[in-house]
């Protein structure tokens, strides 16, 4: 085989390496069966004993090493003393300019756009969770990063809990969505304040990159543009600092449709007084890694 021939081969990436006890627990939690190996430090072994009794019912390595091995195993020192190798995740690609069905009525929907620092990923899907957005969605531009180490790292644990999937043609998908979602685009100046939107839709909430902004394309597909106040001593905030502030603010004012759709129903007659309504009885189920994942 030529060079030429040699260097057209398709390049296998590696696993991904899942650092750090919060994303390692999630990553059992959540997907168990995709984890491969398991290295740990000696003072890890208090979290790591659960998992590891997980990965030899199903036959899978976990072993104990130290610092240098397991720097060397998790390509960075920011480990946290616990590293799993797990299968690839990509994000989902979109079939169509359309969200999926089977969304539901997810309150606020992340989308970025040309946020190329796996870093900011990491950390908006951490906020994301932490205020529970369901997903995530990337766009086409070549800019935008996916999934990662760093972006694992990052989200202490956050990308786990979320269904991230990848545009084909973002502003195509912003104007499809307008049924479901108010889209707004977040915009360093000439917005309106957070509290100056519509109050009881679901907030598509569309974040850009920090030098060059969101996309003209993008910005004419969005429905609105908000802008969070500041001091005006600096110009703007990080964009994974403004989407903490914005999802804290948005989350109050957003209603998913099924709940409208319930408020607007007549309620049901109230329980006499001083009865206690029957209660269903509690599973007897232990906390523990999900049947079936692993």
């Known amino acids: 085989m030529s060079d030429t021939e040699y260097q057209r081969q398709p390049r296998i990436p590696n696993p991904h390496r899942i650092c750090g006890v919060a994303p390692v627990r999630a990553l059992f939690l959540r ?3 995709d984890v491969i190996r398991l290295f740990y430090l000696p003072d890890r072994r208090r979290e790591a004993g659960p998992l590891c009794a997980h990965l030899a019912r199903t036959k899978r390595v976990y072993r104990e090493v130290d610092e240098q091995e397991l720097a060397r195993i998790a390509g960075t020192e920011h480990h946290g003393g616990i590293v799993a ?7 989902e690609e979109l079939p169509a300019h359309a969200l999926p069905p089977n969304l539901g009525g ?4 992340p989308v970025l756009d040309g946020i190329g620092n796996p870093h900011n990923l990491g950390a908006i899907a951490r906020t994301a969770a932490f205020f529970g957005c369901k997903g995530l969605v990337l766009s086409d531009d070549p800019r935008q990063c996916d999934l990662s180490d760093a972006a694992f790292r990052t989200s202490e644990g ?6 991230v999937m990848r545009a084909r043609h973002l502003p195509n ?4 969505m307008k049924q479901q979602y108010l889209t707004v685009a977040a915009v360093a100046s000439g917005g309106v304040p957070p509290e100056a939107l519509p109050r009881g839709r679901p907030f598509a909430l569309v974040l850009g990159n920090e030098e060059t902004g969101i996309p003209d394309p993008t910005l004419a597909a969005c429905e609105a543009r908000v802008t969070l106040p500041g001091s005006g001593l600096v110009e703007s905030l990080n ?3 403004a989407t903490a502030v914005l ?6 004012m957003a209603q998913p449709p099924e709940r409208a759709a319930a408020a607007a129903k007549p309620r049901a007659p109230e329980r006499p007084q001083g009865r206690e309504p029957d209660r269903a009885p509690r599973s007897g189920r232990p906390l523990g890694l999900p049947p079936g994942r692993g």
């Not at 190798?85 to 994000?91: M, T, V």
């Not at 997810?106 to 929907?109: A, G």
């Not at 999802?247 to 109050?252: G, I, S, W």
């Open 247 to 252: 999802l804290h603010a948005l989350l109050a």
């Open 158 to 163: 956050g990308l786990e809990h979320l269904r």
């Open 239 to 241: 964009v994974a600092a």
């Open 85 to 91: 190798i797990a299968s690839l995740r990509f994000a």
């Open 31 to 33: 997907r168990a069966q």
């Open 173 to 176: 998908l912003l104007l499809g």
């Open 106 to 109: 997810w309150p606020i929907l």
